[in-house]
């Protein structure tokens, strides 16, 4: 077929001139096959494909396998897709920045150019996770938030400046502006990217990966990208490409229109439930049919964020004309306009498809009119409730056992009243935090006008939200504050308590910032099950605070709403949100706003000046981030510090060879036995660290107070603190730990050493089978990993000293990242898991047949030696999926591999 590629690149009108591209048309045409029926995905990846050809990384068969993708064809092929450029957050950036200054450290030793070592496509790293909501209910709360974000994270902003200086395409958003995910959308995403080829222009689409798994968000304007871990996204970055299997593609179809007083979050709340309930891990999904193209694109967006909630690898949107105005709407030149638009005419891949016009490999369907408003919770974002039931759920869930999803409380202490120490009456049920936060949500104006509006009416009705809740409005960028503030509805916000408090990644992630003293106390001595509503898209357990067990997404309306109500056992559907001060019940039909009101200011949303003003001054002369002042130099010297410390992922000894054979795995302990829907959270909190954790001890021992310990998330630059906090999550659940007298497991990241028995720490149990020379095994239930991409969930456990991970099922990327760092993924058969096999973590455990000449997907043999002398074996599938992953692994990681790679060269 080679002689064949070069025909294949063809020229179009970019509205600049004549411009070339790669036409997939043509391709098809060579090849004899119809590529109008494959997935628009599909054909998007398969132009990175056909343009990458080199025969090396990219050789023909990848080409035409793609080209030949059948619906429901077995998935074996492997696709090596090179991106356009990379997204990176400040958690995941800064560990990721720390790997590749350590890597020039490596290069410099071993004699070599340390610039050999320098990202290869365009980065853009986006601070938007760093800033914690400590001031709240107060006008200048976002400046005095910031300044407490600055001096918290200087040194980690100092090494982001020695970055931006250090290499050529690393470019750094600073705190401020908004998050990752709607500056990607409104002003990073360039919808075609061209490079120079000889005197020729060559176009091509906008693709890309990020480090954070909501990365899914610009599959709403027609972008293929999604998340990965910190770790696959270095390996992109170093000219690697990302190795995925081929997938399958979920065809989901709208029809009809959303009823008056459906929220976008009330639809995306409904997709997520289906399409879980549908199976699409590591599946693309796929929008398409009438009710797809009448979506704005904000709403496309919100819908496209959540693919991390439902577990597809992309929740994918094709371009059309709502695509082009939103790209005026935001700034963008009319130049990039028309050469988008032309670009992706000429493909033939413009324009949101009709029923039947594709081959999918499922086809789902969903009327828009069946949408009705809902919230998700109280532990996991599928978990829709109507709201009419949301009073009943949480009713019911209190007493049941925490096996069933519940909270094994008395039914009888539901409605019970406690008194904080300075006279607060805390109940059950109690909202203590109400947060309109999250990517997902603040990206969208039609929810954001409708909770301005919202608080607008409930303030002419008089009423108010009790000061003793924490209240905060974190937009996603400051496009949203002149728009609310155009409107006129900012005040009526801030006068509910949603004063501006961040722009950026908070509540969400685990930056809600502490409760009260008292409010912390009367909830942990009387076991309060409090609550927390928030317009984000995760609420897994102690994610959003420690002390607040159920957790509810919502609409930004309907948090205002909640926040009113007080109790998540207010059933709004028939009783009054509040009272006001003559005494008269106002419902949330008196407050509720209309599609028209909220149509009708639309277009303050969308205004290109104010987009194209704001994204000229990310920066100005005397502001915190210019006063920040970064190292010098190619090479990082690593300054003493809590927050960033060199990795130690390649030690002074790294050989240019990996190692002759497969060290074997013999006589390994359980570190931890877990059940299902174990998340990266559990795995390696983002939240506060407690002062008696393992990292909370190193910390204080190094001289930093707990005043400012920070968070795990900011302190992932430094593997100390991260390895010492993983498995360290408050809620985790390790079934070795017995049953106290109540019948009830200590939560917390504890486990029994063997064969000592004493109860530790996960980690020190961990360094003392490092010490000893033992490997250890992590057990793992459904869905393990699941959550955000979050690479320190699989170094942690690699630097624990944990050889494999064996779990019923995993999330795509934790399982990805482990094999990344050189742990075993295996999973057990279908029927099986640890309980069957009546593993207890007495035992002894070998793994067997994983041979120096082992192959993706095979089976291999877990030996348990049992504590009375017995031995059983049961067959477990070797989650090694792709042959470049038997090559990552081989080496010792995806690291390593990389980094051999790019010292030969």
């Known amino acids: 077929m080679a002689h064949n590629l070069h025909q294949t690149l063809k020229e179009f009108d970019s509205g600049a001139g004549t411009g070339k591209y790669y036409s997939l048309p043509q391709l098809g045409k060579s090849l004899g096959i119809d590529v109008s029926r494959l997935p628009v995905s599909i054909r998007l990846v398969l132009e990175s494909v056909l343009r990458n050809f080199d025969g090396k990384k990219v050789a023909e068969e990848h080409i035409e396998q793609l080209a030949r993708w059948q619906p429901n064809a077995k998935r074996t092929d492997e696709i090596p897709f090179v991106v356009a450029r990379v997204v990176l957050q400040d958690f995941t950036g800064v560990p990721l920045l720390a790997d590749i200054a350590a890597m020039r450290g490596v290069a410099q030793r071993a004699g070599k150019e340390p ?152 639809l995306v709340l409904t997709i997520t439930e289906m399409l879980r309930r549908e199976k699409v891990v590591g599946k693309f999904v796929e929008f398409f049919g009438e009710g797809t193209a009448s979506l704005s694109v904000p709403d496309r967006a919100t819908i496209g964020n959540m693919a991390p909630e439902y577990g597809a690898t992309m929740g994918f949107f094709p371009v059309d004309d709502k695509t082009i105005d939103y790209f005026e709407g935001t700034g963008r030149t009319q130049e990039e306009i028309t050469a988008f638009a032309n670009y992706f005419k000429a493909q033939e891949l413009y324009g949101v498809q009709a029923s039947g016009s594709i081959d999918y490999t499922k086809v789902v369907s969903l009327d828009l ?65 109400a947060a309109i936060t999250s990517c997902t949500n603040t990206s969208n104006p039609s929810v954001l006008l409708a909770a301005g509006l919202l608080a607008k009416k409930a303030v002419e009705q008089g009423l108010t939200v009790a000061p003793h809740i924490k209240t905060s409005l974190a ?95 207010r059933d709004l559907m028939t009783e ?33 000046e104010v987009f194209r003003k704001n994204y000229s001054q990310l920066t100005e002369e005397g502001d915190l981030w210019s006063k920040i002042e970064g190292a010098d130099g190619q090479v990082y010297d690593w300054p003493k510090s809590t927050y960033i410390a060199e990795p130690p992922f390649f030690g002074d000894d790294f050989s240019m060879t990996p190692a002759a054979s497969i060290a074997p795995v013999t006589g390994a302990r359980a570190l931890g036995i877990f059940g299902d829907s174990v998340t990266t959270d559990h795995i390696s909190p983002a939240g506060s660290i407690k002062e008696s954790s393992p990292a909370g001890v190193w910390l204080k021992a190094n001289g930093v107070k707990k005043v400012d310990f920070n968070s795990y998330g900011s302190r992932r630059g430094n593997h100390e603190v991260m390895m010492r906090g993983t498995f360290a999550n408050v809620r985790i659940k390790n079934l070795m730990i017995p049953l106290d007298e109540k019948g009830v497991r200590i939560e917390g990241g504890l486990t029994i050493h063997k064969p000592s028995g004493e109860q530790l720490s996960i980690y020190d149990a961990a360094m003392r089978y490092v010490e000893s020379g ?21 170094k942690g456990t690699q630097l624990l000293g944990v050889r494999a ?20 993924p295996l999973q057990f058969k279908d029927g099986e898991s640890a309980q069957s096999l009546g593993i207890t973590g007495d035992e002894t455990y070998d793994i067997e047949g994983l041979g120096d000449n082992f192959v993706p997907q095979q089976e291999v043999t877990l030996v348990i030696h049992r504590a009375d002398g017995k031995t059983d074996r049961a067959g477990v599938l070797l989650r090694i999926d792709t042959p470049i992953e038997v090559d990552y692994y081989k080496h010792g990681g995806i690291l390593p591999y990389v980094l051999r790679q790019l010292l030969a060269a």
Not at 171 to 176: D, H, M, S, T
Not at 805 to 816: K, L, Q
């Open 805 to 824: 991970v064996i779990a019923r099922s995993f999330e795509r990327i934790h399982r990805s990242n482990l094999v990344g760092m050189g742990v075993l």
């Open 576 to 608: 009054p949100v509040g009272r006001n001060a003559e005494g008269k019940d106002i419902f949330l039909g008196d407050i509720w706003p209309t599609s028209e009101e909220v149509q009708s200011l639309l277009k303050f949303a969308l205004n290109s």
């Open 369 to 433: 009119a069946t949408v009705t408003p809902s919230l998700a919770g109280p532990k996991r974002p599928q978990d829709r409730i109507e709201i009419g039931s949301v009073k009943s759920t949480f009713t019911d869930l209190f007493s049941k056992p925490v096996a069933d999803n519940g909270f094994a409380k008395a039914a009888a202490q539901l409605d019970q009243a406690y008194k904080t120490t300075d006279g607060i009456s805390v109940h059950n049920g109690d909202i203590l935090i």
């Open 115 to 266: 610039k050999s070592i320098e990202p290869l496509v365009p980065v853009d790293l986006v601070v938007d996770h760093s800033v914690q909501i400590d001031y709240f209910r107060q006008e200048n709360a976002l400046d005095l938030n910031m300044k407490l974000e600055f001096e918290r994270n200087k040194e980690r902003y100092q090494f982001m400046k020695w970055g931006m200086q250090a290499f050529d395409t690393f470019k750094v958003v600073p705190p401020g502006i908004g998050i990752v995910h709607q500056v990607n959308l409104e002003y990073l995403a360039r919808g075609v990217h061209k490079r120079a080829d000889g005197a020729d222009s060559v176009y091509y689409p906008d693709t890309l990966v990020g480090t954070d798994s909501h990365t899914t968000m610009i599959n709403g304007i027609g972008v293929v990208g999604w998340g990965v871990g910190g770790i696959e996204a270095e390996a992109g970055m170093l000219g690697q490409p990302v190795y995925l299997l081929t997938p399958d593609v979920v065809g989901v179809e709208l029809t009809g229109h959303l009823r008056e007083g459906v929220t976008a979050t009330d």
């Open 475 to 569: 937009p996603g960028s400051r496009i949203v504050t002149e728009y609310l503030t155009a409107t006129g509805l900012l005040p009526y916000l801030t006068q509910l308590g949603f004063s501006l408090a961040a722009y950026g990644c908070t509540t969400c992630i685990g930056n809600a910032g502490d409760l009260t003293p008292e409010l912390n106390e009367a909830i942990t001595s009387n076991d309060i099950v409090a609550a927390a509503v928030l317009s984000g898209n995760r609420n897994f357990e102690a994610r959003i605070h420690p002390n607040i067990r159920a957790n509810f997404l919502a609409s930004p309306p309907l948090v205002v709403a909640y926040a009113i109500a007080g109790n998540i056992t």
């Open 774 to 794: 033992t490997p250890s095994i992590v057990f793992g239930g459904e869905e393990y990993g699941t959550g955000s991409s979050r690479d320190w969930a699989a």
